[in-house]
């Protein structure tokens, strides 16, 4: 069983209302010559499956595809449903009134959820002027009729009546009787002979009416064959019949021919080859074209709309042509997806409509053909244009065209998937805009602060934004899917970008970001940290709508340290927006504040503190690695950032050497294994305590790594020589300032001490050069009595001065810092004007380093003399270089 003519598509929904106003005129029917034209608007079917019956009396036929070729129906729908119901006028179920009227009536039934409808289509058509060969070409089937010029049953009673046949018991039928069909001979072109019956079984329709004759064959059977005509395909079927009546036999010839190709495409235009002499067709050489018609659908074109429409039709010498704009409103465009990708088809029915005589004949032939055409499917990919407009921050694109049978449904970024209405929601504004032509694009705008919309690029000054976007097409209404995916890129100058500013004080850098135009779009980096929740709150993290703060301490490890001075750090802050992808910076800040903190300390007491600080310039470093000269005195303390070192200054290698009035002490902390693998520079840090004598003050600097200048700033701190006076020989216990004046009586030994009281330098030695008693505070004034000339007793003192080796020192930490020796206690017998029995005494000391002395009081506390050369003269006398200290004791009583 073959199946139904049935059709069923699916079409847009229209309201219950237009549907059935729609349902009055969505079926009509033309006689179109030969052939009858039922149409079916789409909209009736709203989704049902539908069926054509043929109405025969009270008989109802559903007409299947076999019996279509068959008895003469052929179909053509277009997606959308609409179809066109071609029946020939010779067709099964044609009621024939003999005056070239014929009758049809057929019905079309709907079916689907509600009851289905049915439609009756009676159409009587008037066609008078059959050619003796009438050949209609359909797309299911090739037709011909033909007079057969068999003896009617008048001529046939005449016949039988004449001629006595007595065999035959037959009596002469009344009516339009005609010869009984035989056997047909089919030339494919090798000669075959077919018994009617196994021809209806192939499919073929053989009806032999009073005066034609009429043949219907599909055109894929072993009857049929295929041949090259004028470059044309062609489908023929050639056959001779045979018809018996008795002892009669007649042999009538028919022949059919239809084209099977013959279509040439261009971009613009379809062009239909149809030969002018179909060879199969003709007896003799040549014929005479009486008419020529082409058409659409079944329906002549006349010249006006040929040529408003742009339709050409036109013969050759080999060749009649029909040219057809792709795109004309009498065929009708689809799309499709082949291979993923957007295409399109367009579609045409166009007809041949001919008659012609042979030459030297009368028979004239009408030929006709319709023809359905699809072109291949296209590629359309569809067009983008980009409308977007940079300061106005929006992406503007217009996509398309697309036929009207294509839908958008959804969009995917790299984010997600969304339905239109989802998108909306999410910022996408998405409109349809339709064509006058009927063909549509799609309008979509999203700003380009939306969240899948920011890309970027390094160029501070001008951001990228990147949009990548795919778009989802259903095809209707055949359901079928396609993507499309789409890059948008937009350059912008943003001159509103984020911004950072910065300001410190000598404890905090206060970092401020500025929202740009896309607010808090960014990530932060400071120093070499992510600013994440937790920093933030460590930074003091504060913001409002359009600005935030951080406060980032000296001690921060994100701050780099660039150059070091004794009394402060140059400190730098990096500040970097970048991304959310952190792919490239929005702007970068970088402020670099001095901190007040103290590197080096230069203590009284002779022990130095250094603060070796990591630098920006040498990222490699360790600190903790660092040691002084002395490799084996490393830091006391030490983390990623710092190494602290602790020492006295006659540990750890520290040189001394004395400088005009001044005495330097030197150390470096530096990496005393360094591999010179890199470019880095060297990490040397050289520092410097230079104590003055004189000194209320210590002098420190230091010398940062390779070319950076030496820094000299004064530090704090103080370097005292004293004279005390002890209480007796043990040296334990001294007289306090308070205890002034100390009463005596004469002779009574005085213990004194000159020290260096706070330097702890062994390697230093105080030296005494002259010590000499007065009557009063006036160092300069007279009388004046030496008891130590040029550091050893003064030879003419009948008392003589007495040292006390340093070797008898007790609890002194640094001997050679300290001097001790004893006077006698005496009185000035010449005292006039002041009090008798008071005296003050008065030293100059020196501070000298043993190793390297200037001159020869620096050999030691009188060296010369004990080195026996009483009469040696002084040599030059070079204490301006050195620093000489005078001191002196508090006011003595004589009692
Ligand atoms: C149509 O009906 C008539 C009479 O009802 C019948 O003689 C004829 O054979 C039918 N035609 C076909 C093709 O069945
Ligand atoms: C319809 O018009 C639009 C805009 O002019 C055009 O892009 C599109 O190609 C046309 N569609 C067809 C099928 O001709
Ligand atoms: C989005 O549309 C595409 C193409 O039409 C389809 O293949 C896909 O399944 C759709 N996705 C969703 C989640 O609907
Ligand atoms: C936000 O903070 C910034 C910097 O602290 C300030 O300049 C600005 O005025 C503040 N804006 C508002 C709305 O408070
Ligand atoms: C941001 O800028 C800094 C300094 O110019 C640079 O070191 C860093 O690599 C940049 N980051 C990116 C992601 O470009
Ligand atoms: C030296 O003085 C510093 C303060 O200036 C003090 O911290 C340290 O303990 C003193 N060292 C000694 C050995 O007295
Ligand atoms: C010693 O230092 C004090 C205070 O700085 C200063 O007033 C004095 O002049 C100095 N004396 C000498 C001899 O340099």
């Known amino acids: 069983m073959s199946p139904l003519l049935c059709f069923q598509v699916l079409i847009l929904t229209i309201s219950t209302a237009t549907q059935i106003v729609a349902y009055q005129d969505a079926v009509s029917s033309v006689c179109l010559g030969n052939v009858l034209r039922v149409s079916v608007d789409g909209s009736i079917l709203a ?19 076999f019996l279509a070729t068959q008895c003469g129906y052929s179909m053509t729908s277009d997606p959308w449903g609409n179809t066109l119901l071609y029946a020939s006028l010779q067709h099964c179920y044609v009621q024939s009134r003999g005056d070239g009227t014929f009758d049809t ?30 050949i209609l070409c359909t797309n299911n089937y090739m037709e011909v009729s033909v007079e057969h010029g068999l003896p009617t049953s008048e001529q046939l009673k005449w016949m039988t009546s004449s001629v006595k046949d007595v065999t035959s018991s037959e009596s002469v039928p009344r009516g339009m009787k005609v010869p009984r069909l035989e056997k047909v001979v089919i030339y494919t072109p090798a000669e075959k002979a077919f018994t009617p019956m196994e021809l209806h079984k192939l499919g073929y329709g053989l009806y032999t009416y009073p005066a034609r004759l009429l043949i ?61 002499h179909i ?129 958008l449904i959804n969009i995917t970024t790299d984010s997600a998937v969304m339905t239109l209405a989802e998108a909306a929601a999410n910022g996408f504004d998405i ?20 969240p899948t919309a920011v890309k970027g690029n390094p160029n501070v000054k001008t951001v990228t934004y990147g949009l990548h976007i795919v778009f989802g097409f259903l095809i209707q209404p055949e359901q079928t899917t396609f993507s499309y995916s789409s890059v948008l890129e937009a350059a912008v100058d943003d001159t509103d970008l984020a911004s950072v500013t910065g300001s410190c004080d000598q404890m905090n850098v206060y970092i401020t970001v500025q929202y740009g135009s896309q607010g808090h779009n960014f990530e932060t980096v400071v120093g070499g940290s992510l600013l994440t929740a937790e920093l933030a709150q460590q ?56 901190f007040i903190t103290s590197v080096l300390d230069c203590s009284p007491n002779g022990t130095i503190g250094a603060l070796a600080v990591k630098l920006d310039t040498v990222p490699s470093l360790n600190p903790g690695q660092l040691s002084l000269n002395d490799p084996s005195c490393g830091p006391s303390f030490s983390d990623d950032r710092f190494a602290f070192f602790y020492f006295r200054v006659d540990t750890c290698g520290t040189t001394r050497a004395f400088k005009d009035d001044v005495m330097v002490y030197k150390n470096m902390a530096s990496l005393k294994n360094q591999l010179t693998t890199n470019e880095e ?58 205890d002034y004046p100390v009463v005596t009586y004469l ?47 003064n030879p003419e003192d009948p008392d003589q001065t007495v040292f006390h080796p340093e070797t008898l020192y007790d609890g002194v930490l640094f001997p050679s810092l300290s001097k001790r020796f004893e006077v006698k206690m005496f009185s000035f017998a010449e005292a006039e004007d002041a009090p008798v029995g008071q005296v003050v005494f008065h030293c100059d000391v020196v501070i000298c380093d043993p190793h390297s002395p200037l001159n020869g009081l620096c050999h030691g506390q009188c060296a010369k003399q004990q080195m026996g050369r009483k009469h040696v003269k002084r040599g030059p006398r070079m204490v301006s270089e050195l620093h000489v200290e005078h001191v002196s004791s508090g006011l003595i009583f004589l009692l």
């Open 105 to 134: 009536h057929l019905q079309l039934r709907t079916y689907g959820k509600d009851s289905g409808r049915v439609h009756t289509v009676s159409q009587s058509c008037s066609y008078s002027q059959l050619a003796s060969r009438e």
């Open 539 to 594: 930074y003091s993290f504060n913001e409002n709508g359009t600005h935030f703060t951080l406060t980032v301490p000296f001690g921060s490890p994100d701050l780099a340290f660039e150059a070091v001075h004794s009394s402060n750090v140059m400190g730098r802050l990096d500040v970097a927006l970048q991304n959310l992808e952190r792919t490239w910076n929005i702007t970068y800040f970088s402020l670099a504040c001095s």
């Open 216 to 276: 219907r064959s599909p055109y894929d059977t072993t009857a049929t064959y295929s041949q090259d005509v004028a470059g044309v395909p062609m489908a023929i079927m050639t056959s001779s019949l045979v018809y018996k009546h008795r002892w009669m036999v007649s042999l009538v010839k028919a022949a059919a021919a239809c084209p099977t190709g013959g279509v040439s495409f261009t971009e613009d235009l379809i062009s239909w080859r149809l030969p002018r």
């Open 47 to 65: 989704g049902k499956s539908a069926r054509v019956d043929a109405l025969n009396g009270s008989d109802v036929i559903p007409i299947t595809s």
């Open 431 to 450: 409109q349809e805009h339709v064509f006058p032509n009927g063909s549509k694009a799609f309008r979509l705008q999203v700003p380009f602060s939306h």
């Open 681 to 738: 520079p060297k990490y040397q840090f050289v520092f410097s305590c230079i104590y003055s004598v004189n000194a209320t003050k210590t002098l420190a600097y230091f010398t940062m790594p390779q070319s950076t200048a030496p820094v000299a700033e004064p530090g704090v701190g103080d370097f005292t020589v004293q004279m005390r006076l002890a209480q007796d020989v043990t040296y334990t216990q001294f007289y306090s300032d308070w």
């Open 747 to 793: 002779r009574q030994p005085l213990f004194f001490e000159v020290a260096l009281t706070t330097l702890g330098d062994p390697n230093v030695e105080l030296i005494i050069d002259n010590c000499w008693a007065t009557l009063n505070k006036d160092r300069a004034s007279k009388p004046r009595w030496d008891t130590i000339v040029d550091g050893c007793p």
């Open 279 to 407: 060879t199969p067709l003709l007896s003799s050489s040549s014929c005479e074209t009486l008419e020529a018609y082409m058409g659409i659908d079944g329906q002549r074109m006349d010249e006006a709309t040929m040529i408003a429409q742009g339709y050409y039709f036109y013969v050759t010498d080999t060749h009649f042509v029909v040219e057809m704009p792709i795109g004309s409103p009498y065929g009708y465009y689809k799309s499709h997806v082949h291979e993923g990708r957007y295409h399109t088809t367009y579609s045409i029915a166009p007809m041949i409509e001919l008659l012609w005589r042979e030459m030297g004949g009368s028979d004239e032939t009408r030929y006709k053909v319709l023809f359905p055409i699809s072109t291949p499917p296209i590629p359309r990919p569809p067009h983008v244009q980009d409308y977007t407009v940079p300061e106005e921050g929006m992406f503007k694109i217009v996509f398309g065209a697309f036929l009207p049978d294509v839908e």
